[in-house]
């Protein structure tokens, strides 16, 4: 049987070559083998489709408008080459390329001289004949639509099925016809009737309910009070006295099936002190039992909403793809997106990069997205569904997990299970605490009072997990030490005037620019360079403002360690101390740090 006719745009010889093998595609993924051999590593590759060409040949084929042969061109020069034959290679011998896959996101790669690696990312139309073989889709833009959040309820109940993880951790709150279930939150709004929601008062009965996490970004008008509760609960609300975010939310909440929604603003009473004591103390049960949270990740504020249309992704370049004999050789396309050395995330989101989601800049968020068992996201340029498992965009479009927010141990979701304390895994929670601490103090707070608050139901996780008091942010046991080890990313910013925290805690720095914290761990998770602590804790200690309450009003740490005699010195024109050790230099470690204001350095004795 003939193949289909070759079009005008690929020339014969890629014709009868590459494209009749599927790109490569269809086979084994193209994967690296490396092994260190006479002082060099010696790499080579295996999978995908072969061939050879020269320079010349490449570009004269390109010249005449191949669009494949103009593809290797331009992705070669964009490596640095100004002269293909000169310039690239070093030599004017043919060239071996090989092209194929990538394992994980079917992205096209190209190698050539088994040294050089290219990809770029492709999809296929969700109705182009080629669609059964090629599993990446277009982004899906109408988030809105009956359709996606059909796909994205077929995810959901998949992971809901067959994701162990993801069971395991939601302790049986997942099971909608299940008995066994844990009491659901106080008030939740019942959304059958989207045209007329009302709060009901769940009175302790186990319900399955999805949870919204978004920015309020100002006063909430409609927000629940003592003197609107009661006709909340028997009138129902106006949806046109909502914010287009919390109407977005009834409406997903009711296409999904679920019809039962918590969110903060109508479900605890904002004017009773004692009622927002009492719900927030629980904050963290009502994300992590949800059976979904959605993440409202593009609205700015309430006010924004998050189902509008994204802007759609358009290709680079569009290539024809030759549909196996199975398929009577029909010619599909493959739209190509090429990187110009740009991330994965930014090729995938039209340059709107995954910092510009809101929920993703907010402290509050932070603890509602690690504590959800799995989340509906709408992103800024799409949805995905981010689980305890995997993140994954709806409808099949590529997404790189370098990108996701890493997840928490399996250890603090059991509040049963124990593990030896200092074991391998206990150490991998402690440490873990370090990395939630970096990316939660980068987030920004309306109010800088809230720094202890807004990471409690955290903070409440991992000590059911590690078994150790929590002080100001602080882990009371032997691994102390370690958490004293962190400095300001930007040690010119001025410490707040109102108290937060003792000042050896993280939390006792607060920015409205969003500048964080980084840690320097000791032996724990630095085992390939250990070094070893030269003081020991001998007692650490914070004074609550109240029992039921993360926030402290003094607090103390007493290490015991050898002392040198200092001076203290002023570093540039910041408000950073430097402390110079007079005397000898046996039994210390001299650490130099360049100062930009002054061109000078600092020299700084520290003790080992």
């Given at each position: 049987?003939?193949?289909?006719?070759?079009?005008?745009?690929?020339?014969?010889?890629?014709?009868?070559?590459?494209?009749?093998?599927?790109?490569?595609?269809?086979?084994?993924?193209?994967?690296?083998?490396?092994?260190?051999?006479?002082?060099?590593?010696?790499?080579?590759?295996?999978?995908?489709?072969?061939?050879?060409?020269?320079?010349?040949?490449?570009?004269?084929?390109?010249?005449?408008?191949?669009?494949?042969?103009?593809?290797?061109?331009?992705?070669?020069?964009?490596?640095?080459?100004?002269?293909?034959?000169?310039?690239?290679?070093?030599?004017?011998?043919?060239?071996?390329?090989?092209?194929?896959?990538?394992?994980?996101?079917?992205?096209?790669?190209?190698?050539?001289?088994?040294?050089?690696?290219?990809?770029?990312?492709?999809?296929?139309?969700?109705?182009?004949?080629?669609?059964?073989?090629?599993?990446?889709?277009?982004?899906?833009?109408?988030?809105?639509?009956?359709?996606?959040?059909?796909?994205?309820?077929?995810?959901?109940?998949?992971?809901?099925?067959?994701?162990?993880?993801?069971?395991?951790?939601?302790?049986?709150?997942?099971?909608?016809?299940?008995?066994?279930?844990?009491?659901?939150?106080?008030?939740?709004?019942?959304?059958?009737?989207?045209?007329?929601?009302?709060?009901?008062?769940?009175?302790?009965?186990?319900?399955?309910?999805?949870?919204?996490?978004?920015?309020?970004?100002?006063?909430?008008?409609?927000?629940?009070?003592?003197?609107?509760?009661?006709?909340?609960?028997?009138?129902?609300?106006?949806?046109?006295?909502?914010?287009?975010?919390?109407?977005?939310?009834?409406?997903?909440?009711?296409?999904?099936?679920?019809?039962?929604?918590?969110?903060?603003?109508?479900?605890?009473?904002?004017?009773?002190?004692?009622?927002?004591?009492?719900?927030?103390?629980?904050?963290?049960?009502?994300?992590?039992?949800?059976?979904?949270?959605?993440?409202?990740?593009?609205?700015?504020?309430?006010?924004?909403?998050f189902l509008e249309d994204r802007p759609p992704l358009h290709p680079?370049?569009?290539?024809?793809?030759?549909?196996?004999?199975?398929?009577?050789?029909?010619?599909?396309?493959?739209?190509?997106h090429f990187r110009h050395g740009r991330s994965y995330e930014d090729?995938?989101?039209?340059?709107?990069?995954?910092?510009?989601?809101?929920?993703?800049?907010?402290?509050?968020?932070?603890?509602?997205?690690?504590?959800?068992?799995?989340?509906?996201?709408?992103?800024?340029?799409?949805?995905?569904?981010?689980?305890?498992?995997?993140?994954?965009?709806?409808?099949?479009?590529?997404?790189?997990?370098?990108?996701?927010?890493?997840?928490?141990?399996?250890?603090?979701?059991?509040?049963?299970?124990?593990?030896?304390?200092?074991?391998?895994?206990?150490?991998?929670?402690?440490?873990?605490?370090?990395?939630?601490?970096?990316?939660?103090?980068?987030?920004?707070?309306?109010?800088?009072?809230?720094?202890?608050?807004?990471?409690?139901?955290?903070?409440?996780?991992?000590?059911?997990?590690?078994?150790?008091?929590?002080?100001?942010?602080?882990?009371?046991?032997?691994?102390?030490?370690?958490?004293?080890?962190?400095?300001?990313?930007?040690?010119?910013?001025?410490?707040?005037?109102?108290?937060?925290?003792?000042?050896?805690?993280?939390?006792?720095?607060?920015?409205?620019?969003?500048?964080?914290?980084?840690?320097?761990?000791?032996?724990?998770?630095?085992?390939?360079?250990?070094?070893?602590?030269?003081?020991?804790?001998?007692?650490?200690?914070?004074?609550?403002?109240?029992?039921?309450?993360?926030?402290?009003?003094?607090?103390?740490?007493?290490?015991?360690?050898?002392?040198?005699?200092?001076?203290?010195?002023?570093?540039?024109?910041?408000?950073?101390?430097?402390?110079?050790?007079?005397?000898?230099?046996?039994?210390?470690?001299?650490?130099?740090?360049?100062?930009?204001?002054?061109s000078r350095l600092i020299t700084v004795w520290i003790s080992v």
């Amino acid at each position: 049987m003939a193949g289909p006719p070759r079009p005008s745009s690929i020339c014969p010889a890629c014709w009868r070559g590459p494209f009749a093998a599927q790109l490569g595609l269809l086979g084994h993924p193209l994967e690296k083998n490396s092994q260190w051999s006479k002082g060099a590593w010696d790499t080579s590759w295996t999978g995908g489709y072969t061939y050879t060409i020269t320079p010349a040949a490449l570009l004269f084929r390109a010249a005449f408008g191949c669009k494949w042969c103009l593809l290797l061109v331009k992705d070669f020069r964009r490596k640095g080459a100004s002269k293909l034959e000169e310039n690239w290679w070093p030599t004017r011998r043919a060239l071996c390329i090989r092209i194929g896959r990538t394992q994980a996101e079917w992205s096209v790669r190209i190698v050539v001289n088994n040294t050089r690696s290219i990809y770029e990312l492709m999809h296929i139309g969700t109705d182009d004949v080629a669609a059964r073989y090629i599993p990446r889709r277009p982004r899906l833009s109408d988030v809105r639509s009956q359709r996606t959040l059909f796909m994205a309820k077929v995810v959901i109940e998949r992971c809901v099925r067959e994701h162990e993880r993801c069971k395991s951790s939601a302790v049986r709150r997942d099971h909608i016809h299940t008995s066994n279930l844990l009491p659901a939150p106080t008030r939740l709004i019942d959304c059958r009737d989207p045209r007329r929601p009302r709060v009901i008062v769940t009175k302790g009965t186990t319900r399955v309910y999805v949870a919204l996490s978004y920015v309020w970004g100002g006063d909430q008008p409609h927000r629940t009070t003592s003197a609107n509760l009661h006709s909340y609960m028997t009138d129902g609300i106006d949806p046109a006295s909502l914010p287009l975010t919390i109407h977005d939310a009834i409406h997903v909440t009711h296409q999904l099936g679920i019809n039962l929604l918590w969110t903060d603003s109508l479900c605890i009473i904002q004017d009773s002190p004692e009622d927002k004591h009492r719900e927030l103390v629980s904050m963290c049960d009502v994300y992590h039992y949800a059976y979904l949270t959605i993440d409202a990740a593009s609205a700015a504020k309430a006010s924004d909403g998050f189902l509008e249309d994204r802007p759609p992704l358009h290709p680079d370049i569009t290539l024809p793809f030759i549909c196996p004999k199975d398929s009577a050789n029909q010619l599909g396309t493959i739209m190509i997106h090429f990187r110009h050395g740009r991330s994965y995330e930014d090729v995938m989101t039209d340059n709107v990069h995954v910092s510009s989601s809101h929920t993703g800049q907010r402290a509050w968020c932070l603890q509602e997205t690690l504590l959800s068992t799995r989340s509906l996201v709408f992103t800024p340029w799409t949805v995905q569904l981010r689980c305890q498992t995997t993140t994954q965009n709806i409808g099949g479009a590529a997404h790189h997990s370098a990108h996701d927010i890493p997840r928490l141990p399996d250890l603090v979701f059991y509040p049963d299970r124990r593990v030896e304390r200092y074991s391998d895994e206990w150490v991998d929670v402690r440490q873990r605490w370090h990395t939630v601490v970096e990316d939660y103090s980068r987030r920004l707070l309306s109010y800088p009072s809230d720094k202890l608050v807004a990471c409690a139901g955290l903070a409440h996780m991992f000590a059911r997990g590690l078994g150790s008091d929590y002080v100001a942010g602080m882990w009371n046991d032997d691994f102390l030490i370690e958490d004293l080890l962190w400095s300001c990313e930007w040690p010119t910013r001025a410490r707040p005037t109102t108290y937060l925290a003792p000042s050896w805690s993280w939390a006792s720095l607060s920015d409205p620019e969003g500048s964080g914290v980084a840690y320097y761990p000791l032996t724990a998770s630095n085992k390939t360079r250990p070094s070893r602590a030269v003081a020991a804790v001998v007692s650490c200690t914070a004074t609550a403002q109240d029992d039921a309450s993360p926030l402290v009003t003094e607090g103390q740490v007493v290490l015991r360690a050898h002392l040198f005699r200092c001076n203290l010195a002023a570093s540039c024109e910041s408000n950073v101390e430097v402390f110079l050790v007079r005397g000898s230099t046996q039994g210390v470690y001299r650490n130099t740090k360049y100062c930009a204001t002054q061109s000078r350095l600092i020299t700084v004795w520290i003790s080992v």
